[in-house]
């Protein structure tokens, strides 16, 4: 491999690439899994512990201390802590990938001077790292559900279609940024600003048919509105995938993923000289 030449940046070399070296981004995926819990005492249950915690928390502090009602809903404070819990699982899975962003390289420094290793797999670990945890989630979710409320909704099935669009966009804004971060230190701290602005401006904590007409269309705005709407429209409310809107997501964030890593192999050959 010539060490000057430009990098593919196509999607179908970001697809190539993920191919080749499916069995090192597994590998990297479950060795930063383990080791995130390594040494501690009950190990990877944390990661099953921290979103019942979590889902606790948050279930207490809005529907006891604030007494917040979800439009829809029954009324009830299992249904109302699923409500709440399913659009931070959403909300989670993106912040976990962009707030590590930008130092993904920095701290994976070793990697860099490596000619041969495939530095475009870094941001598809971070993504698998919390995808994994997305899952775990997801369990804890769907075992609340079958206790409280029964069997889930059949449109439940669909939850892995409504993702792909948060998927792309997470992938293309990790992609983004973790190039950035390298030339420019200071993107980190934008982007813990920026994503807790965008945790309050995404449905998360309130339905969007709550907010004032005027105030509807900006929030919509937001990357993670429609997902977070259509995820539970699927898993709480059993009501289907609106198709025409998925489509045109999908394929803005598909967009946004190739751009991603557009930008991400044209920067990469000044990373030696920078880190």
């Known amino acids: 491999m010539n060490p000057h030449a430009i990098p593919s940046g196509s999607p179908l070399a970001a697809l190539r690439s993920m191919r080749s070296n499916t069995d090192l981004i597994l590998n990297l995926i479950s060795r930063e899994v383990i080791g995130r819990y390594r040494g501690s005492f009950m190990g990877l249950l944390w990661s099953f512990f921290n979103p019942v915690l979590m889902l606790a928390v948050y279930t207490f502090v809005f529907s006891v201390v604030f007494k917040t009602r979800w ?16 659009g931070l699982m959403c909300f989670n899975f ?14 994976n420094a070793n990697f860099v001077k490596k000619v041969i290793f495939p530095l475009e797999v870094l941001p598809i670990v971070a993504l698998g790292s919390a995808a994994f945890h997305f899952c775990v989630s997801m369990s804890v979710w769907m075992i609340f559900y079958v206790v409280f409320l029964g069997i889930p909704h059949v449109t439940a099935l669909l939850a892995p279609i409504v993702l792909i669009p948060l998927v792309l966009f997470t992938l293309g804004c990790v992609w983004m940024l973790s190039a950035l971060g390298v030339y420019l230190r200071d993107v980190s701290q934008f982007i813990g600003v920026a994503v807790s602005v965008l945790m309050f401006l995404s449905p998360i904590f309130y339905p969007l048919s709550a907010l004032p007409a005027e105030y509807q269309g900006i929030i919509a705005l937001s ?12 898993l709480i ?7 025409r809107l998925w489509a045109m997501w999908t394929i803005a964030t598909g967009l946004v993923a190739a751009l991603g ?15």
């Open 223 to 234: 990357p993670l509105t429609f997902i977070i709407e259509q995820i539970r429209n699927s």
């Open 261 to 275: 890593f557009a930008s991400f192999q044209k920067s990469r050959r000044g990373f030696a000289d920078v880190i």
């Open 237 to 243: 409310w059993g009501i289907g995938i609106d198709w």
């Open 94 to 107: 993106f912040s976990e990938c962009v707030n590590r962003a930008p130092g993904l390289i920095l701290s």
């Open 71 to 86: 439009a829809g809903a029954s009324g009830s404070r299992a249904e109302f802590a699923l409500v709440l819990f399913a």
